[in-house]
């Protein structure tokens, strides 16, 4: 099992001096990698349905940051220059925001200066309102502007004369360079758990990146197992080879609790970490991603050592 955390979007702990101080300390005790979400806009007034939430909303979630949200690659550009093992993870990108080419230049050469750390995980996105705001394609075609997107974003790093002919990106006789580090390209990780996303991470993914652990979005190891079976029968129909195709959940860690008298996964005592951490790895799960944050950074740091001392490093 490889390990990861949730970088700080927001409050005291998104401040550059504890912000480094969390990421050097996710390198100096062997976490596999650290991830960065992303949004770019806060609208004030929300409707869409936040997915993670049991009510929908974004901001009873305490998700919101207030609108905080540091840019993505900008904060992870500069982390990389600061640390020197740990990989670099946009959990997730929501695809559709950027323009594909530039952004396929920021990611290259993310990982050229990084020599080979970045990792791209990659969303559809959900708040309608911000596609609007950012004057993006329609939100409804979104997923379709995704798998676009990330086609052309793997001709641009593998292809020393790309051609891309889409509905929604068209480039050809261009020269793109630098190409990524990583070959063939950068693996790139898809988040979501509707079917549309396990038919992408078969289709184009290295890695399937959902959400669990939490109230709204469980994902016990038997619901897990039921959609990799359909992820194994997509890659097989898109002539892949299933067992190239990671998972990685991003779970949070719960220090103690209950809910419903039912001891949430990942809560409780080391040992009964450690154990669910052996439940999921046996239904196949590769890497899991901890949410450590608190709203005192020191905090968070020391529980990623606890979590390095009882949990990393027996398992």
Not at 230 to 245: K, M, N, T
Not at 254 to 269: A, E, L, N, P, Q
Request: contains cysteine; charged residues 20%.
């Amino acid at each position: 099992m490889e390990y990861g955390f949730y970088l700080p979007n927001s409050g005291a702990g998104v401040q550059p001096d504890a912000l480094a101080s969390i990421a050097k300390q996710g390198d100096r005790l062997s976490f596999y990698c650290m991830v960065m979400p992303d949004h770019i806009l806060q609208p004030n007034k929300v409707n869409s349905t936040y997915p993670y939430s049991l009510t929908g909303d974004i901001l009873e979630a305490g998700q919101s940051g207030d609108g905080e949200w540091p840019e993505q690659i900008t904060t992870l550009a500069w982390l990389a220059g600061i640390t020197e093992r740990i990989r670099l993870v946009t959990s997730v990108m929501i695809i559709p925001y950027r323009n594909p080419i530039l952004t396929a230049k920021m990611l290259s050469t993310l990982d050229m200066l990084s020599k080979g750390r970045l990792i791209l995980g990659a969303g559809v996105g959900w708040m309608e309102e911000e596609f609007e705001l950012l004057d993006t394609p329609p939100f409804a075609e979104r997923g379709a502007v995704t798998n676009e997107y990330l086609e052309a974003f793997i001709e641009l790093w593998t292809k020393d004369d790309p051609k891309f002919e889409g509905k929604y990106v068209n480039f050809s006789d261009i020269t793109f360079l630098p190409k990524p580090v990583q070959k063939p390209y950068p693996p790139i990780w898809i988040g979501g758990q509707s079917k549309p996303a396990i038919r992408r991470a078969a289709r184009l993914g290295n890695c399937w990146h959902p959400v669990g652990a939490i109230p709204a979005a469980p994902l016990e190891p038997e619901e897990l197992a039921e959609n990799l079976v359909f992820l194994h029968q997509y890659a097989e129909r898109a002539g892949r080879d299933p067992s190239e195709i990671q998972v990685s959940v991003k779970a949070p860690l719960y220090d103690s609790g209950s809910s419903g008298g039912t001891r949430r996964r990942f809560s409780g005592s080391a040992d009964e970490v450690r154990q669910d951490v052996q439940i999921y790895a046996d239904v196949g799960v590769t890497h899991l991603i901890f949410d450590f944050r608190t709203a005192d950074p020191h905090q968070t740091e020391d529980r990623m050592a606890q979590f390095a001392e009882e949990v990393m490093a027996v398992t």
